[in-house]
T-cell receptor, first 114, second 115 residues
């Protein structure tokens, strides 16, 4: 049972445009959310996070939005660059008896075309 | 400063054979995580250790999988006997502090193919 879902396996955007990656979760006890980026043949690296007490967190070209009522978060990349082409994983954690471990989604492959 | 080191990077084995994956943590980190990546399920946590003690192994698929942390900087994940459905990329990650919020640093992964 996937508690964190990324329903779009892939996304293709033009350089300079906005990339929007989506993530849904089912467990209302999740209170911390993260995005990791993964290049081929490398491990995932941390990108940005957000606590449930906020609805937006921004870091340069990357912004994460959290809609708790919809149990939905999204990652916006503006403007998108070819170097952003990677697999993006969203992850969630919470103190629901699961020891606070991260639950990852399946990942979305972003391709930014020059 | 070296990151998380995993070996081997690639492993091809036959069904029924024992497979051992190795991981060296970043110095000073006290949490160690083993993940498995598949297309269908993404990144799944198999087990995690804190200060060398296994905290949560609920993600370990079955008794064929075992993980150890013989010291503060090294861990192994063993599959015995291996099966074709174990084919995946296995990552280890290390961190310090809260496993749910603090950044985890991933190794490059071991791509396992079981024929």
């Amino acid at each position: 049972d996937q508690q964190v879902k990324q329903n779009s396996p892939s996304l293709s955007v033009q350089e300079g445009r906005i990339s929007i990656l989506n993530c849904d979760y089912t467990n209302s006890m999740f209170d911390y959310f993260l995005w990791y980026k993964k290049y081929p043949a490398e491990g995932p690296t941390f990108l940005i996070s957000i606590s449930s007490i906020k609805d937006k967190n921004e870091d340069g070209r990357f912004t994460v939005f959290l809609n708790k009522s919809a149990k939905h978060l999204s990652l916006h990349i503006v403007p998108s660059q070819p170097g952003d082409s990677a697999v993006y994983f969203c992850a969630a954690s919470g103190n629901s008896g699961n020891t606070g471990k991260l639950i990852f989604g399946q990942g979305t492959t972003l391709q930014v075309k020059p | 400063d070296a990151g998380v080191i995993q070996s081997p990077r690639h492993e091809v084995t036959e069904m029924g054979q024992e497979v051992t994956l190795r991981c060296k943590l970043i110095s000073g980190h006290n949490s160690l995580f083993w993940y498995r990546q598949t297309m269908m399920r993404g990144l799944e946590l198999l087990i995690y250790f804190n200060n060398n003690v296994p905290i949560d192994d609920s993600g370990m698929p079955e008794d064929r999988f075992s993980a150890k942390m013989p010291n503060a900087s090294f861990s192994t994940l063993k599959i015995q006997p291996s099966e074709p459905r174990d084919s995946a990329v296995y990552f280890c990650a290390s961190g310090r502090g809260d496993p749910g919020t603090d950044t985890q640093y991933f190794g490059p992964g071991t791509r396992l193919t079981v024929l």
